[in-house]
T-cell receptor, first 112, second 117 residues
Framework: GEDVEQSLFLSVREGDSSVINCTYT??????LYWYKQEPGAGLQLLTY?????DMKQDQRLTVLLNKKDKHLSLRIADTQTGDSAIYFC????????????FGQGTTLQVKP | DSGVTQTPKHLITATGQRVTLRCSPR?????VYWYQQSLDQGLQFLIQ???????AKGNILERFSAQQFPDLHSELNLSSLELGDSALYFC????????????????FGEGSRLTVL
């Protein structure tokens, strides 16, 4: 079946790098996503990676995809207090990139 | 601001009641999706509409129904409410690329928080 797993909590110091990890089960996933949810807000797409890519970099964000191990990671360089939020990993189901399977979310706490 | 508008933002009701949640997608977006976020189930896909027609169904209860109107806004109807229906209900929209595919990006509204007492 389809399942996405994430660790629930990560705490880092301001200026450090954060790495949030995710594993998924559906090898036919077309896209894999990272969403950010701040308190009282909806989900904001941070970045996504197509399943035939290994890496994608976008400013402070680096996404690594290990398709063999079905492992996805999000690295945030120079983490700031404004990065404190819940980060969701999600995979799309083949044939419908709007039907997303989300992980439970990782709460990132950034300490000054 | 994602451009997706959801109303009401908060709703408190009693068990057994019926509520309607409304979503206005981004201008030009043809697809609307409903997701439920609860503490025990996390974020779950409920249903998708594309240009007025149901396109995909997820873990949506039979007590729940949705529709998309000609002006592309959508409503999610929740009936015979139970305590476990308390959750944050998100609407998202997207614009399809050529061939009926999706851009890969959903734009989420801020959600409607439903509390069932």
């Amino acid at each position: 079946g389809e399942d996405v797993e994430q660790s629930l909590f990560l705490s880092v110091r301001e200026g450090d790098s954060s790495v949030i990890n995710c594993t998924y089960t559906d090898s036919s996933s077309t896209y894999l996503y990272w969403y950010k949810q701040e308190p009282g807000a909806g989900l904001q797409l941070l970045t996504y990676i197509f399943s035939n890519m290994d890496m994608k970099q976008d400013q402070r964000l680096t996404v690594l995809l290990n398709k063999k191990d079905k492992h996805l990671s999000l690295r945030i360089a120079d983490t700031q207090t404004g990065d404190s939020a819940i980060y969701f990993c999600a995979e799309s189901i083949k044939g419908n990139t709007g039907k997303l399977i989300f992980g439970q979310g990782t709460t990132l706490q950034v300490k000054p | 601001d994602s451009g997706v508008t959801q109303t009401p933002k908060h709703l408190i009701t009693a068990t057994g009641q019926r509520v309607t949640l409304r979503c206005s997608p981004r201008s030009g977006d043809l697809s609307v999706y409903w997701y439920q976020q609860s503490l025990d189930q996390g974020l779950q896909f409920l249903i998708q509409y594309y240009n007025g027609e149901e396109r995909a169904k997820g873990n949506i209860l039979e007590r729940f129904s949705a529709q998309q109107f000609p002006d592309l806004h959508s409503e999610l109807n929740l009936s015979s409410l139970e305590l476990g229906d308390s959750a944050l209900y998100f609407c998202a929209s997207s614009f399809p690329t050529g061939g009926g595919g999706i851009t890969g990006e959903l734009f989420f509204g801020e959600g409607s928080r439903l509390t069932v007492l």
